[in-house]
């Protein structure tokens, strides 16, 4: 799997983040472990296209 970035943050009780290319994507979760989990199966869908209408960047 390609590497990627990420932006997290805590609010309350769980943590939120994305992918810094796609943040549109957020996810929540009750741990760091499962916020990565989360993102690593997102990014997953987001390079095999499994997800309609995604926007990207171009560099």
Not at 42 to 51: P, Q, S
């Amino acid at each position: 799997m390609n590497k990627f970035k990420i932006t997290y943050w805590k609010d309350g009780d769980f943590y939120l983040g994305y992918i810094n290319d796609y943040s549109e994507y957020l996810t929540q979760c009750e741990t760091l472990d499962q916020l990565s989990n989360n993102l690593k199966d997102i990014y997953k869908d987001l390079i095999e296209e499994n997800i309609p209408g995604i926007k990207k960047l171009l560099s």
